[in-house]
C-alpha cells in the first residue's frame, strides 16, 4: 500500500504579513489568496525492515535511520522529521518502517508558501496511513504549530490555511488567535479573466524569509508607527480585493495591488530591492497597472496585473531580466489525499 496526498501552492494577492504575530495578536488581519495548479506532494510506503526513509526528490537529499519514535532535527529534511516526530508523539503508532518522500513544484524561499505546504502534504500522508480524525481547521493548525512551535520557524499563518482549505479565500486572523476562512465563490468569468491577466514571474532568486520577518516582527514591537500603519493598509487592501473580486470589478485590482506594493516595501528594509524594483518598473511601463512580490519579499516569484492583451508586452519585457514566466491555473481544491 503507498499512501499519498497532495497540497497546493498559493498566490498572496493582498493583505500580506497581516497574519504575522504579534501583529495578527494585536490587531488583527486580513489575507486574500488563491491556490494554484503548483502543489506539493507526499508519499508514504511501508516497509518490513526496521528502518526510517526521508527523502526530497527534488532537492536530491536522503536520510535513512534505524526505526525511533524521534528523529534528529539537524538541518537536513527537517520539515519533514518534524512532522514524523509529532505524529508519533501525539498518534503513537508502530509500523516496522517506511520511506516518506516529497516533491515541491517550486523551490524553497521562493514566495510560493513551500514550506508550509510541505508541512501540510506530509500531515496529509500520515493523516491517510493512520485515518487520522482531523479536519481542515485542525490540519492547518497542527501544520502551523509544528513550524511555528516545534521548529521556531518564523513566518505567517496563511500559508497552511490555503494549502489545506484551497480556492480563492478570505482569511482573517483574530486578536484570540482564531482564523476564519471565508472561501469566495468568485464566478467563473471573473477567474478566467484573472487568470489571463495575471503574470506569475520567477525572478531566478530565492531568499531566506526569517531575516525579512523578523524585522517585520521587530518593527511592530517596538511600535514602529510607519510600519504598522502600512500594515493597517494592507489589511484594507485585502478587504478592497475581496469586494473587487465579488463584484467583477477587476480594472481595480492592479491599482490595489500597486497601493499593497508601496505600502508593503515600508514593513521591512529588504522587502525590495534595486533589482525587484527594477523589473517592477519595467513591467508597468510595458503595460502593467500594479504588481507585487510573492511571499515575504527580497525575491522569489512577483506577480503582475496586465489588463486587456498587455499580459505578451510585459512577458517580452519580464523575460529580458533573465527570469521565467511560470504557467499555472487556479485551482479549487485543497489537501487531497488517497492510498492505492
Same mark, same amino acid.
Given at each position: 500500500?503507498?499512501?499519498?496526498?497532495?497540497?497546493?501552492?498559493?498566490?498572496?494577492?493582498?493583505?500580506?504579513?497581516?497574519?504575522?504575530?504579534?501583529?495578527? #495578536?494585536?490587531?488583527?488581519?486580513?489575507?486574500?489568496?488563491?491556490?494554484?495548479?503548483?502543489?506539493?506532494?507526499?508519499?508514504?510506503?511501508?516497509?518490513?525492515?526496521?528502518?526510517?526513509?526521508?527523502?526530497?526528490?527534488?532537492?536530491?537529499?536522503?536520510?535513512?535511520?534505524?526505526?525511533?519514535?524521534?528523529?534528529?532535527?539537524?538541518?537536513?529534511?527537517?520539515?519533514?522529521?518534524?512532522?514524523?516526530?509529532?505524529?508519533?508523539? #501525539?498518534?503513537?503508532?508502530?509500523?516496522?518502517?517506511?520511506?516518506?518522500?516529497?516533491?515541491?513544484?517550486?523551490?524553497?524561499?521562493?514566495?510560493?508558501?513551500?514550506?508550509?505546504? /510541505?508541512?501540510?502534504?506530509?500531515?496529509?500522508?500520515?493523516?491517510?496511513?493512520?485515518?487520522?480524525?482531523? #479536519?481542515?481547521?485542525?490540519?492547518?493548525?497542527?501544520?502551523?504549530?509544528?513550524?511555528?512551535?516545534?521548529?521556531?520557524?518564523?513566518?505567517?499563518?496563511?500559508?497552511?490555511?490555503?494549502?489545506?482549505?484551497?480556492?480563492?479565500?478570505?482569511?482573517?486572523?483574530?486578536?484570540?488567535?482564531?482564523?476564519?476562512?471565508?472561501?469566495?465563490?468568485?464566478?467563473?468569468?471573473?477567474?478566467?479573466?484573472?487568470?489571463?491577466?495575471?503574470?506569475?514571474?520567477?525572478?531566478?532568486?530565492?531568499?531566506?524569509?526569517?531575516?525579512?520577518?523578523?524585522?517585520?516582527?521587530?518593527?511592530?514591537?517596538?511600535?514602529?508607527?510607519?510600519?504598522?500603519?502600512?500594515?493597517?493598509?494592507?489589511?484594507?487592501?485585502?478587504? /478592497?480585493?475581496?469586494?473587487?473580486?465579488?463584484?467583477?470589478?477587476?480594472?481595480?485590482?492592479?491599482?490595489?495591488?500597486?497601493?499593497?506594493?508601496?505600502?508593503?516595501?515600508?514593513?521591512?528594509?529588504?522587502?525590495?530591492?534595486?533589482?525587484?524594483?527594477?523589473?517592477?518598473?519595467?513591467?508597468?511601463?510595458?503595460?502593467?497597472?500594479?504588481?507585487?512580490?510573492?511571499?515575504?519579499?527580497?525575491?522569489?516569484?512577483?506577480?503582475?496585473?496586465?489588463?486587456?492583451?498587455?499580459?505578451?508586452?510585459?512577458?517580452?519585457?519580464?523575460?529580458?531580466?533573465?527570469?521565467?514566466?511560470?504557467?499555472?491555473?487556479?485551482?479549487?481544491?485543497?489537501?487531497?489525499?488517497?492510498?492505492?
Amino acid at each position: 500500500m503507498i499512501y499519498r496526498s497532495k497540497a497546493p501552492l498559493r498566490i498572496g494577492l493582498a493583505g500580506g504579513g497581516t497574519d504575522v504575530s504579534p501583529y495578527s #495578536d494585536q490587531f488583527g488581519g486580513a489575507i486574500l489568496n488563491a491556490t494554484i495548479s503548483l502543489s506539493a506532494y507526499a508519499s508514504i510506503v511501508p516497509l518490513s525492515e526496521n528502518k526510517i526513509i526521508v527523502e526530497a526528490l527534488d532537492r536530491d537529499e536522503m536520510q535513512e535511520f534505524d526505526k525511533q519514535p524521534l528523529l534528529p532535527v539537524d538541518g537536513t529534511l527537517d520539515l519533514l522529521k518534524a512532522v514524523y516526530n509529532r505524529v508519533q508523539k #501525539d498518534h503513537s503508532f508502530s509500523i516496522p518502517g517506511f520511506k516518506l518522500s516529497t516533491f515541491v513544484d517550486a523551490p524553497a524561499g521562493s514566495g510560493l508558501g513551500t514550506s508550509s505546504t /510541505l508541512v501540510v502534504a506530509v500531515l496529509g500522508a500520515f493523516k491517510e496511513m493512520l485515518n487520522l480524525p482531523l #479536519d481542515e481547521y485542525k490540519i492547518a493548525r497542527y501544520a502551523y504549530d509544528i513550524e511555528r512551535n516545534d521548529l521556531m520557524l518564523a513566518g505567517g499563518k496563511q500559508d497552511q490555511y490555503a494549502a489545506t482549505f484551497g480556492g480563492v479565500n478570505y482569511m482573517e486572523f483574530n486578536t484570540d488567535n482564531n482564523v476564519i476562512v471565508n472561501q469566495l465563490r468568485i464566478k467563473p468569468e471573473y477567474l478566467h479573466e484573472l487568470e489571463n491577466n495575471l503574470v506569475l514571474y520567477f525572478t531566478s532568486t530565492s531568499r531566506e524569509s526569517a531575516s525579512i520577518i523578523n524585522e517585520q516582527v521587530k518593527n511592530v514591537n517596538s511600535k514602529n508607527e510607519t510600519s504598522i500603519e502600512a500594515m493597517h493598509q494592507l489589511k484594507e487592501q485585502a478587504k /478592497l480585493m475581496k469586494d473587487a473580486f465579488l463584484q467583477g470589478n477587476l480594472h481595480e485590482i492592479g491599482l490595489l495591488l500597486d497601493f499593497g506594493f508601496e505600502q508593503k516595501r515600508k514593513m521591512a528594509a529588504n522587502i525590495s530591492n534595486h533589482k525587484i524594483d527594477e523589473v517592477y518598473e519595467a513591467a508597468k511601463k510595458a503595460g502593467a497597472t500594479g504588481g507585487k512580490i510573492s511571499g515575504a519579499g527580497g525575491g522569489g516569484f512577483m506577480i503582475f496585473y496586465c489588463p486587456g492583451n498587455t499580459r505578451y508586452k510585459v512577458i517580452k519585457t519580464l523575460n529580458t531580466f533573465g527570469g521565467a514566466v511560470r504557467d499555472y491555473s487556479f485551482t479549487k481544491y485543497g489537501l487531497t489525499t488517497w492510498s492505492i
